[in-house]
């Protein structure tokens, strides 16, 4: 590792460690969920949080959104919301006589969508173009959005009444799933204590600037991935695609942000390198929301989670004397 990079990994690490102590200051207990959820910021991805109401789903992104100095905006989805009330609109001005465009609160650095399986799918796919190509059409024109750029979205189970299920294309927009979780005992019982008075958002300040984000999203990028690395994640992909237990398996946009997201864990752990344990790390949380599981693994209840994960064990490992692939990078 170059003086450079360790010096800009060092930073990255410190400030990732600055914005993590201020979410886990609002999330008790999920260390592993914030972690996550600070890998796929630093790999300009998008993220999906699905679970029961009252776990913190909400608290999670607000808490992440205080957490950075940057324009934040809600979109809380209901079944009347329109397209353009997430992108904008033109509106005729009676002074100038002309069309302006009024930004919708998709032009922020950090876009909370709460209970986004709540809108109709129309206007559901009016995230799409935002999400995969950081940009807006309305009415003819694109307007590009800011750096960094990620969608939050949260959604409560589809078994659930009122909820529209997400769409495969939508689901293969966003880099992760994750699901919160019930707290433990002790943490639930230091929630009372916490938040019995007040919400601790109230009392988060920002710890980290838009530019420091920005800088830290091009270290990642920085971050080296061998080649057998890389046919790591592609026999990684493939394997979903060849299993009977699954209808429908992973896509390449899936690799990408697996990769993607790969080189952020190994920047957040302080390499400059990418080794197995990090696609191995991600692998279900990247992957498995994009999967769909045959009828005869849904008759024997295998969900796509338990299909990754038996794959991570049969799919053959990097050799670790490779030069990159699992012990350093070259110089």
């Not at 999920?30 to 959820?37: A, N, S």
């Not at 078994?159 to 994750?178: N, S, V």
């Not at 896509?251 to 957040?268: C, E, G, N, W």
Request: hydrophobic letters at 40%; glycine letters at 6%; proline letters at 7%.
């Amino acid at each position: 590792m170059t003086h450079d990079v360790g010096q800009e990994l060092g930073g990255l690490v410190a400030t990732a460690h600055r914005i993590r102590e201020a979410i886990e200051s609002v999330i008790e207990g999920k260390g592993d969920v914030v972690r996550l959820t600070l890998t796929v910021m630093l790999a300009e991805g998008h993220l999906l949080i699905e679970d029961v109401p009252g776990v913190g789903k909400t608290m999670l992104a607000k808490a992440l959104a205080r957490s950075i100095d940057c324009p934040v905006r809600r979109v809380q989805f209901t079944p009347d919301l329109l397209p353009s009330d997430i992108t904008g609109v033109s509106a005729f001005n009676q002074q100038s006589r002309e069309f302006e465009f009024k930004p919708g609160p998709v032009f922020a650095n950090i876009v909370v969508g709460d209970e986004i399986n709540r809108a109709s799918p129309k206007t559901q796919s009016a995230l799409l173009e935002c999400m995969e190509e950081h940009q807006v059409t309305v009415d003819g024109t694109t307007y590009r959005l800011d750096t960094p750029f990620m969608v939050i979205a949260t959604q409560n189970p589809i078994e659930m009444e009122g909820t529209y299920p997400l769409p495969e294309a939508q689901r293969d927009r966003f880099t992760a799933r994750i699901a919160m979780g019930y707290p433990e005992p002790a943490a639930e019982l230091e929630m009372l204590d916490v938040h019995g008075a007040s919400s601790p958002l109230d009392k988060l300040q920002p710890v980290a600037t838009t530019a420091e984000v920005r800088a830290l999203i091009d270290a990642v990028r920085a971050v080296y991935v061998s080649q057998p690395i890389k046919r790591y994640a592609i026999d990684l992909v493939a394997a979903t695609r060849q299993t009977r237990d699954l209808r429908l398996g992973a896509s390449p946009r899936a690799t990408l942000h697996l990769v993607r997201a790969a080189r952020a864990h190994a920047a957040l752990s302080g390499r400059d390198y990418v080794i197995p344990d990090d696609l191995q790390d991600l692998a279900v949380p990247v992957l498995a929301h994009r999967l769909l599981p045959s009828l005869e693994a849904q008759g024997q209840r295998l969900r796509p989670e338990h299909v990754m994960a038996d794959l991570l064990r049969r799919v053959p490992v990097p050799e670790s004397r490779e030069r990159g692939a699992g012990g350093a990078a070259p110089r």
